[in-house]
């Protein structure tokens, strides 16, 4: 079976799972928190996706970090997909299990790309901005990328709006080879 129709099937049938226990932003932010970890700590990432350890090895360090801070049912749905040699797929089943939700929500997200980080209160004011604009609920990521070199890049679901400094440049850059070509 290809990946796509595993992760489609396993969040599908969780997120029903939740929707029917109306446990959705439970486990929503379960899924969130287990994204943190596993970009955060190298050692669970290794243990959680290593095709070396057992499954038993891998259900008692999963049963031992998550138990305390997971619901159950995130929780049961990660000893299931480790006892289904699924574990491999767990970014893949958090990313469509967060589509879901955030559609189903009616949730927009949003991400700003900066060369340095925002203000609080400019983020404040950019969801404002966004809220007038008929955004409503929405989930607003900050990335920081230096190399844009100042401006932002917008990027809303599949629309993407660059108003970086470093895309103005290159615009120029390409106008100039152009009428240089021309000129010869």
């Keep these: 079976m290809n990946e796509s129709k595993i992760v489609v099937r396993y969040t599908k049938a969780l997120f029903n799972l939740a929707l029917e226990k109306d446990q959705l932003t439970v486990v929503a932010n379960d899924f969130e928190k287990i994204k943190q970890i596993l970009n955060e700590e190298d050692k669970i990432r290794k243990v ?3 095709p070396v350890l057992k499954k038993s090895a891998k259900k008692s360090a999963a049963k ?3 138990t305390e801070f997971l619901h159950p049912l995130t929780n049961n749905f990660i000893q ?3 006892d289904s040699g699924r574990e491999s797929y767990l970014n893949a089943f958090i990313r469509h299990y967060t589509r879901l939700y955030r559609e189903y929500s009616g949730i927009t997200h949003a991400v700003i790309t900066t060369a340095v980080p925002i203000s609080k209160q400019m983020l404040d004011k950019i969801e404002k901005i966004m809220a007038e604009k008929d955004f409503k609920g929405l989930d607003l990521e900050q990335n920081t990328k230096e190399d844009i070199l100042g401006g932002f890049i917008l990027r809303i679901d599949d629309m993407q709006y660059d108003g970086s400094i470093a895309t103005n440049l290159n615009k120029i850059k ?3 080879k152009q009428t240089s070509v021309i000129n010869k």
């Design 48 to 50: 959680l996706f290593s």
């Design 80 to 82: 299931l997909i480790i």
């Design 64 to 66: 031992s970090l998550f």
């Design 174 to 176: 390409t106008t100039l």
